[in-house]
């Protein structure tokens, strides 16, 4: 199992970002995907998930400016980051839900909101 999580960098308040996850190493199409968030000094937190026939469901501290999708064919999950704040600031990680392996994680990106 393999998740290489991309996309992220440095934006100001209310700024976008397009993050973007690619799977390997599993049949990704059944499995509902979920994008987490780990702030500095929290835990990891679910953002956004995506079942395999694209029903979603955020986070309400999300709901509105972020936007989840996949492409089942090129085992990808894409998150779309509006109107960001910096509470967003985090490292974003993707996985699946159940997860495929229990303890493995990619290495995340990192989103800082700033001015």
């Known amino acids: 199992v393999q998740f290489v999580e991309s996309g992220g960098g440095l934006v100001q308040p209310g700024g976008s970002l397009t993050l973007s996850c690619r799977a390997s190493?599993?049949?990704?199409?059944?499995?509902?995907m979920v994008w987490y968030r780990r702030a500095p000094g929290g835990q990891r937190d679910m953002v956004a998930g995506?079942?395999?026939?694209?029903?979603?469901n955020y986070a309400d501290s999300v709901k509105g400016r972020f936007t989840i999708s996949r492409d089942n064919a090129w085992n990808t999950v894409g998150l779309q980051m509006n109107s960001l704040k910096s509470e967003d600031t985090a490292v974003y990680y993707c996985?699946?839900?159940?997860?495929?392996?229990?303890?493995?994680w990619g290495l995340g990106t990192q989103v800082t909101v700033s001015s």
């Open positions: 190493g599993f049949i990704f199409r059944p499995y509902t």
């Open positions: 996985n699946t839900e159940p997860r495929v392996h229990p303890d493995y």
């Open positions: 995506i079942t395999s026939d694209g029903h979603t």
